[in-house]
């Protein structure tokens, strides 16, 4: 059974940082490639990043380029979402998600729980 267990999250000022993790069981987390997703209030799933299974090859939304950093620890079974200058419209529930985007969206058991990142001052 998939296990995507998240943590962290909360409320951070405009230009602030977070960290979001996501630790995975269940499956081969080493051979999987992983994926952000995220939800703003009365909005569909929007892509926020994919990264390979060995972190070598990252792929992000432009409207997170440069601000947010995907990356993954196989020793630990853990995926990261590091972020950056954050801005109000970031405002979301993130999900971190096996596979692709396709993958994760397809399948909320293919997801973590969700985790709550508000931006606000």
């Known amino acids: 059974e998939v296990q995507l267990v998240q943590s962290g999250g909360g409320l951070v000022q405009p230009g602030g940082s977070l960290t979001l993790s996501c630790v995975a069981s269940?499956?081969?987390?080493?051979?999987?490639?992983m994926t952000w997703l995220r939800q703003a209030p009365g909005k569909g799933l929007e892509w926020v990043s994919t990264?390979?299974?060995?972190?070598?090859?990252?792929a992000s939304a432009d409207s997170v380029k440069g601000r947010f950093t995907t990356s993954r620890d196989n020793a630990k079974n853990t995926l990261y979402l590091q972020m950056n200058s954050l801005k109000p419209e970031d405002t979301a529930v993130y999900f971190c998600g096996k596979g692709d985007s396709a993958q994760s969206r397809a399948d909320n058991a293919l997801r973590g729980q969700g985790t709550q990142v508000t931006v606000s001052s």
């Open positions: 990264i390979n299974s060995s972190g070598t090859s990252k």
């Open positions: 269940g499956f081969v987390f080493s051979a999987t490639s």
